[in-house]
């Protein structure tokens, strides 16, 4: 294996690595840092965040940048203001025996005349957003003329984010003769096309299979009913005492709704998308950079450029439409030669998606089941007794200790830890002794409610299909916005050319009627009625009529959201909220007691 020294790199650089400890190159710096070196020529890297391909542009770059010129010959384009400050902020740690280097940072969000004047004083190297730094340039702020070098980091992200243009208008006022430097984790189609049209003759390398997570990850599936997603998402936070993890939702709302779920019943949580303000996004990454959160519930979108080492678990609470999309939501952990487990919730009919996924990162997901109630409570003991175990005296208790003794004078050690670990192990014992297997086993056909109306489903018909415009993806968001239901609440939604069925339970069933009787969209009146049958070669006059519709099973509400209700809640989290300390983990505010 190589080393660092091996790889060509000079003094200075050699000093900055050492002073990082890192100790041997990582696969993408050992294939990139020669070629970048020794060649003036394009590359396509494939690698994933975390392999540490800030390092493999950034060393050649800085070796072989002027640092006594002051004119810009470096340029990095990345799609976030978080990534873009990350990067910016590594190049200065690897540049920092190199004299006179001057890194700038240009981002939206944060004042352009400042950034100017950065500039102005002399920037070798210049990190941005694509948005901002077209804005700069039409403003004349900055002079890319002179570039020798130009990164694409996370070309795949800056594309789907709509930077396309951006990107094709900044790399216009870039000499021709300049070196292009790609890097993606995944290459779609429009990424090779940028790579076709800017660059030549590319060497290529690949971190990895293409398209492949990293390696250090595992997958994980667990496959519960729809309606059981929440509870399922309990048990592997509780199953996972010390977890540090980015739970993917589908939409804002969901993220938003499943974070105030999570803090409700007690868990370090917080929501990251695109409705909350610039400062309250860097004030919930900040709470998690530094573990006062510990589950950061997000969308794709706002998580993009989520830089934070050590995440445990990544949980696709909802898998996204884009197959792509897991590979970027399941490199969020696994970085920098640490392990990591991304798992997925998924019901029924979502399971063959896992396939096409696992085509895309060459790997096979584990089928796993969601830990029972027992199996949870003797994790949650064991860390308990471990954390003790850990605890550094605190002595101030000394003075106490001659009453406390005395209270426990006929205390046996048993009894007293019994009663120690019972303060906490009722709590969780209580909770989850009738906690019922929420897992749904494969080959059983009638346990999810996906299968067919029946059970607990009601089955509807719709007199909208894809010819208004209403593919299934589009009714389903439709039909969840009128009837204000959740994303798991409308299912098997199955659209035909002039008509549609879906389901819900059926204590939506009223709900639904009532909602669709007379109702209007663009002008023309959508009507909903009960249907038994299964659609697939029915058609219209098979529907079952309105007027024969009863009440189902009305008033039933299993999804139990919050755990034991709130009373019980309220009453004992200010209670362990001053016993509970978490010495052990490092954390630095008292954390609520769980549910
Ligand atoms: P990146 O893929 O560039 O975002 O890097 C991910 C993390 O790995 C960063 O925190 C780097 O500081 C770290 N890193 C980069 N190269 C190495 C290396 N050769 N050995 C250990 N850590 C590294």
């Known amino acids: 294996m190589n080393t660092f020294q091996d790889l060509g790199l000079n ?17 993408v710096q050992d294939k990139a840092i020669p070629i970048l070196l020794e060649e003036d020529t394009d590359l396509v890297a494939l690698a994933q965040t975390g392999t540490g391909k800030t390092a493999a542009f950034g060393f050649p770059m800085l070796q072989k940048i002027d640092v006594d010129s002051r004119t810009t010959q470096g340029l990095i384009l990345s799609p976030t203001r978080e990534l873009c400050l990350q990067i910016a902020n590594e190049m200065k740690q690897y540049g920092k025996y190199c004299q006179g280097l001057n890194v700038v940072a240009i981002y939206g969000g944060s004042s352009i005349t400042d950034q100017a004047r950065e500039v102005k004083r002399g920037a070798q190297i210049i990190v941005a957003t694509p948005g901002r730094m077209k804005d700069m340039i039409s403003r004349r702020l900055v002079d890319i003329s002179k570039i020798q070098f130009s990164v694409l980091d996370e070309a795949d992200e800056m594309l789907n984010m709509g930077f396309k243009e951006d990107i094709t208008d900044i790399l216009s006022h870039t000499p021709d003769e300049k070196n292009t430097w790609l890097f993606s984790a995944t290459m779609p189609r429009e990424v090779a096309s940028i790579a076709k049209k800017f660059m030549r003759e590319p060497q290529e390398i690949t971190v990895g299979h293409k398209n492949q997570s990293t390696n250090n990850v595992s997958h994980e599936y667990y496959l519960v009913n729809a309606r059981d997603r929440y509870q399922a998402l309990k048990r592997l936070a509780d199953a996972n005492p010390d977890i540090f993890s980015v739970i993917f939702c589908r939409t804002k709302r969901d993220t938003q709704k499943v974070a105030e779920q999570l803090i409700e019943d007690g868990y370090s949580a917080g929501a990251l998308h695109g409705d909350l303000s610039q400062n309250q996004r860097d004030i919930v990454m900040k709470q998690f950079r530094t573990k006062q959160i510990q589950m950061l519930v997000a969308t794709d979108v706002a998580a993009r450029g989520i830089d934070v080492d050590n995440i445990t678990h990544v949980i696709n609470y909802q898998l996204s439409d884009e197959v792509e999309t897991y590979t970027h939501r399941s490199g969020r952990t696994g ?31 584990e089928l796993k089941d969601i830990p029972n109630g027992m199996e949870i409570c003797e994790v949650q003991l064991m860390s308990l007794a471990n954390k ?24 046996s050690k048993d009894e007293l830890i019994k009663k120690f670990f019972s303060v906490e192990f009722t709590r969780f014992f209580n909770y ?25 489903a009601a089955r509807f018909f719709i007199n909208v299909g894809e010819k208004d415009g209403f593919d299934w993806m589009k009714l389903k ?18 659209s035909k050319d002039t008509f549609s069925f879906f389901n819900t339970e059926k204590e939506h069933q009223e709900k639904v009627l009532a909602h669709f009787t007379d109702f209007k969209h663009n002008g023309r009146f959508v009507n909903v009625e009960i249907t038994e ?16 519709r009863k009440g189902g099973d009305r008033g039933r509400n299993d999804r139990n959201y919050g755990g034991p209700k709130s009373g019980r809640r309220r009453s004992d989290s200010s209670e362990s909220r001053s016993r509970r300390s978490d010495s052990g983990s490092g954390s630095s505010r008292p954390r609520r007691s769980r549910r």
């Open 432 to 456: 989850y002794q009738k906690a019922k297997d929420l897992n749904v086993k494969v080959g059983d056909r009638d346990s999810g409610r996906e299968h067919k109306a029946g059970g607990n």
């Open 477 to 494: 968001d439709f039909l969840k916005e009128q009837l204000d239901l959740g994303r798991d609440d409308v299912f098997k939604v199955e």
């Open 388 to 411: 003790i175990h850990n605890t550094e005296i605190n002595h101030e208790i000394d003075k106490y200790l001659e009453d406390i003794n005395a209270m426990f004078e006929d205390t």
């Open 533 to 548: 049958d299964k659609p697939n070669r029915g058609g219209r006059g098979r529907g079952k009529r309105r007027e024969d």
């Open 335 to 365: 970085r920098a030669g640490k392990t990591g487990v991304s798992m997925v919730i998924v019901s029924k009919s979502e399971v063959r998606r896992l396939k096409s996924i696992e085509r895309i990162i060459n790997q096979k997901f």
């Open 11 to 27: 003094e200075d650089l050699l000093k900055a690595i050492a002073d990082l400890g890192f100790e041997t190159p990582s696969e």
